[in-house]
Nanobody, 123 residues
Framework: QVHLVESGGGSVLTGGSLRLSCAAS????????MGWFRQAPGKEREAVAV????????YYPDYVRGRFTISRDNGRNTVYLQMNSLRPGDTAMYYC????????????????WGQGTQVTVSS
């Protein structure tokens, strides 16, 4: 079982920045692709960023590309999400996800999920 714990959420003004962290622990059974998703009230969960095991391949949807950056520190079993130029539309609960299959993470079908951290952007 893999345990994911997110941190770094908070409230910022439009144009501000936040850095989220997700620490993985437990029996991973091997290296994991990891990603970030978000869900706003009344909306479906959507992918924000996904990073492959080696950290060289990443996926960003159009609505965050150029503003958000995902990175990972395999020595610390931690993945980060640097969010810049935040907008009110970025307000949501942000979740960390992990799976041994990259495609499972990008499709939102990851095996492991964190409890989430709230991000609120006000104008």
């Amino acid at each position: 079982q893999v345990h994911l714990v997110e941190s770094g959420g908070g409230s910022v003004l439009t144009g501000g920045s936040l850095r989220l962290s997700c620490a993985a622990s437990g029996n991973t059974g091997g290296p994991l692709s990891m990603g970030w998703f978000r869900q706003a009230p009344g909306k479906e969960r959507e992918a924000v960023a996904v990073i492959y095991i080696d950290g060289d391949s990443m996926y960003y949807p159009d609505y965050v590309r150029g503003r958000f950056t995902i990175s990972r520190d395999n020595g610390r079993n931690t993945v980060y999400l640097q969010m810049n130029s935040l907008r009110p539309g970025d307000t949501a609960m942000y979740y960390c996800a992990a799976d041994s299959v990259f495609g499972a993470v990008t499709s939102g079908r990851a095996k492991f999920w964190g409890q989430g951290t709230q991000v609120t952007v006000s104008s």
